[in-house]
């Protein structure tokens, strides 16, 4: 269990570590500016724009940026967004640590209420279809419907049905009511309650025709 946890421990920090650095040579090696683009459609002066070059060290060979991006990504300092006006200050963006706690807790509720749907609709799903033949298919269909189903796809479908014809949950999902977690949860949960119900409607299946339980049926 502990080599177990700990190759998962692993993979999971390897994956994050992919991910910031494919990232970083996104950024720093497609085309364009990102200094430049700090001051939207006014161009700066060149002493301000060396100064900001420098303070974000774009002035260093680049396995130096690279280190010093790791160290800050590490250390939880992520920098500031771009502004939201154009025409902003080169400072007058979002610190991003603030942008992402504030974003926590409503993620945290979709996240939890999407793994409690995918679970219990999944898992009784997957147990009914496995019972009846005609239930089976039905919910065969369903779920393979739920698996090529994009998140996004679903998203945009719950909240033009519920939202914009039927009238009956808002437009805008997460941070108000209760109700307002009701379509991105399902829509998050979609697709994977239908890997789930098709997981334990294959398990299922293969358990009902294994012959211990032919054996107990034979005894009654």
Known sequence: MTAYVARRVLQMVLSVWAAITL????????PGDPVRALFGFRPPPPAVYNAIRAQFH???????????????????????????????????????????????????VILV????????????????????????LGVYAAAMLLVGTPVVVAAYGLRALFGHHL?????????????????????????????VALLTRAELRETLQSPFVKAARGRG
Request: charge should be negative; proline fraction near 10%; avoid cysteine.
């Open 58 to 108: 774009l002035d260093e060979p680049l396995p130096v940026q690279y280190g010093l991006y790791l160290g800050d990504f590490v250390t939880g300092d992520w920098g500031r967004g771009y502004p939201v006006s154009p025409f902003g200050r080169p400072d007058s963006g979002p610190v991003v640590t603030e942008v992402v706690a504030a974003a926590v807790p409503v993620s945290a």
């Open 23 to 30: 990232v970083f040579v996104a950024v720093t090696q497609l």
């Open 113 to 136: 209420g999407a793994l409690l749907v995918q679970t219990l609709v999944g898992v009784v799903a997957g147990a009914l279809a496995a019972t009846g033949r005609r239930l089976g």
């Open 167 to 195: 009238r009956v949950l808002p437009l805008s999902g997460g941070g108000g009511g209760p109700e307002t977690y009701v379509p991105p949860v399902i829509a998050l949960a979609a697709l994977s309650t239908g890997y």
